[in-house]
């Protein structure tokens, strides 16, 4: 099976510590993977906040994941703090990718990195539509 490679962006617009509580970690006595979704989820609601939005309101639509890459670098464990940031790229009709990596506060070790595709979408009429011109400008991107 290929592996994912997920290529970093020179630079990031947000970053967000979030701490690794207890229940995020598993039999193996390292972060779940299902936990890291769920604390990457986190940091994408922080990052809409940061860009004053929510998840339901970016220009008036929300948006749906459309879906989700990972690329485990190193464990991760109770106790340890998770630096994320994250950028949105590769812009598309309806969406982009959020691109983020999480690294260990104290010790700088990259844990994950990934992208999340999102979709923009108008949830009264149950359709993508295409992506907000304030999200792109506040992204940093040209229409």
Not at 65 to 82: C, I, N
Not at 95 to 109: E, F, I, M, P
Request: glycine share 8%.
């Amino acid at each position: 099976m290929a592996r994912i490679i997920i290529d970093m962006p020179a630079q990031f617009v947000f970053s967000t510590e979030v701490p690794i509580y207890i229940n995020h970690i598993n039999y193996g006595h390292h972060l779940d993977n299902s936990a890291l979704i769920s604390l990457v989820s986190e940091a994408r609601v922080r990052f809409f906040k940061f860009l004053g939005y929510t998840e339901l309101d970016v220009e008036g639509v929300g948006i749906v994941v459309a879906d989700a890459a990972v690329q485990y670098k190193s464990e991760a464990f109770h106790g340890e703090t998770l630096v994320f940031e994250m950028t949105p790229a590769d812009f598309n009709r309806y969406g982009c990718d959020l691109v983020w990596r999480a690294t260990d506060k104290a010790s700088g070790r990259e844990v994950a990195r990934g992208k999340t595709g999102i979709i923009f979408f108008d949830y009264a009429v149950k359709k993508p539509v295409g992506v907000p011109a304030g999200f792109r400008a506040k992204a940093g991107q040209p229409d």
